[in-house]
């Protein structure tokens, strides 16, 4: 499967953090929000596979779908970026600042929600036939969701929080983890294979990723869930983007960029004669 070296695959992500940082306006915004809009597609594929079997390890088993089809595609997730960028100023890439880590978060995070809200509203009026009906199982289904992981959350008060925090950073450990499978090898079934195993585990466990949750929680308002936009963002979003950033520069950028990037020198044993 060409598998490449940590050394190897580690120089790729730096050199991709430094396109990211460097690329047009234009082409960020349109692969963020395709990448928004197809992991929001295949986060439907999975609950709709959840209700109908009462199998959630079907669901994560088949979600990976959509990561692995955006990254092949060339499309960014904000998850992603949180680990690539910084990578790229790390490493001192000529021209690669703080600022532009910030400006490419913003363009990808601003493209993931248009793409996500785009696919909640073409699913809301799949599943109610244009909002001329009650939603089905499945639907019904998704604005439960929402209810559970904002309200459901806020009872609990700051340990709510601190739970929905560390959800987040445990996502993007392993979410982050599926983006550096997409570098270790040249081959599609390698790249995929990689990516799948974190992905799976991140769903199964009912982990928190912001750009999944902005397809969840608008689809859950629309379909009659009872809570507001203001829960959402306090209760979920707000605290899931910022452990999302934790969890994918603590736990994969910075170990990999320290042990293989940074390799520190091999201790030297001394023989005795």
Known sequence: MAYLAPTEFVTKLIDAGESK??????????????AG???????????????QTGQPLAGAVLFPVGFCMLY??????????????????WDKRPGCTWGGVARNWG??????????LTTAVLMAIYWTYGFSTEPAEVGAKMAVIGENRTVGYAAYGAAGWLTIFVRAV??????STGVVGAQISTTVSGKVIAMWMPIMLFFYMVFEHSIVNMFLFP??????????????LVWNEIPVVLGNVVGGLTFTGLMLFS????????RVVKIAA
């Open 21 to 34: 940082i460097m690329m047009s306006t234009k082409d960020t915004l349109v692969r963020a929000y395709m």
């Open 37 to 51: 809009a197809i992991l929001a597609l295949a986060a439907a594929f999975a609950v709709t596979i959840n209700v």
């Open 72 to 89: 092949l595609l060339g499309y960014d997730l904000l998850t992603g970026v949180f680990v690539l960028c910084p990578m790229a100023v």
């Open 219 to 232: 689809t859950g308002l629309m379909l009659g869930g009872n809570f507001t936009i203001a829960d959402y």
């Open 107 to 116: 363009l990808v995070f601003t493209g993931n929600f248009a793409g996500a």
């Open 259 to 266: 042990t293989h990037r940074k390799t520190a020198p091999s």
């Open 170 to 175: 445990m996502c993007n450990w392993m979410v």
